[in-house]
């Protein structure tokens, strides 16, 4: 058996302290958050029980936490539906030149390289100088797509850049029309591109923080109801909304992740199937 350099090791050790680093607090979090009735902030563990979590569907126990998850989630779908759609839009439009495309590329991903508290600052003073009210689900929103939209377009211009278009010649020869073609044969194409660009535009708004904190108006959404309670619960309790958090988002991830692979079997299985047929 062939002996490793000594480069692995160190390499693999660099990686599990990276590892370590990256999950560790929250490891920490989730643990702590099974401490016993009698427990605090910080080891050792006194005692194991769900006391905490019990504790979080208390109303007294923290503010609004459950109306600041409705609308974090409602905000979300609202953000992941009209990245996805937005971004394929411009996807087919800059698949060929245009006047100003190249300036409206680099304003659209400009919004990436300022302070995310200045976009928020902003957008609550245009909203305040029109005479418009500041709310989450307006000015909040709008905040956020500046956000995500640029992340949305760099993927869909990365999967336009590769596309075999001899797909779309195929279909038109059959006769099919512009709309038909989009919809029959480049949808189902990059799919598994929409589910990806759906997963980035909800789950970075899902945890936004900064860019909503000046635009949400009197309604907080999740990550500034958390941020709040930061400064007045000195229970494990934050912990055991910390591990549910967590949870949570994992479980939308692990459903995407889920729809991806479905869809991917989905297409192996038609391919296979056309195949046989020829």
Do not use: C
Not at 30 to 57: A, D, K, Y
Not at 192 to 199: C, D, F
Not at 224 to 237: A, D, H, K, S
């Amino acid at each position: 058996m062939e002996k490793r350099p000594r480069s692995f090791y160190v390499l693999s050790l660099f990686f599990a302290l990276f590892v370590l680093f990256l999950y560790g607090p929250t490891l920490t979090i989730g643990i702590l958050s099974f401490q016993g009735p009698e427990g605090g902030l910080t080891f050792p563990m006194r005692g194991v029980s769900l006391n905490w979590f019990h504790e979080l569907f208390q109303q007294q126990a923290v503010g609004d936490i459950w109306g600041a998850f409705r609308r974090s989630f409602a905000l979300g779908l609202m953000v992941m539906v009209t990245t996805v759609v937005v971004s394929v839009m411009a996807g087919l439009a800059f698949r060929k030149k245009f006047p100003g495309s190249g300036l409206l590329f680099y304003l659209t991903i400009a919004s990436l390289v300022i302070p995310s508290i200045l976009i928020s600052l902003g957008v609550g003073l245009i909203f305040n100088q029109l005479g418009l009210k500041v709310h989450w689900a307006t000015s909040g929103f709008g905040s956020q797509l500046t956000w995500t939209l640029p992340f949305g377009l760099l993927i869909m211009f990365a999967v336009f850049n590769r596309f075999d278009k001899s797909y779309e010649e195929a279909a038109r020869d059959q006769g099919a029309t512009a709309w038909q073609t989009i919809r029959y044969v480049v949808l189902p194409i990059i799919a598994p591109s929409l589910i990806g660009v759906a997963l980035f535009g909800f789950t970075l708004s899902y945890d936004e923080f900064a860019r909503t904190l000046l635009t949400a108006g009197s309604y907080n959404t999740l990550p500034l109801e958390i941020y709040g309670i930061t400064t007045n619960v000195t229970t494990p309790v934050i912990y055991a909304l910390g591990t549910l958090t967590t949870a949570f988002s994992l479980l939308i991830i692990g459903a995407f992740l889920l729809t991806a692979w479905v869809m991917a079997r989905r297409r192996a299985r038609h391919g296979s199937d056309a195949g046989k047929g020829v």
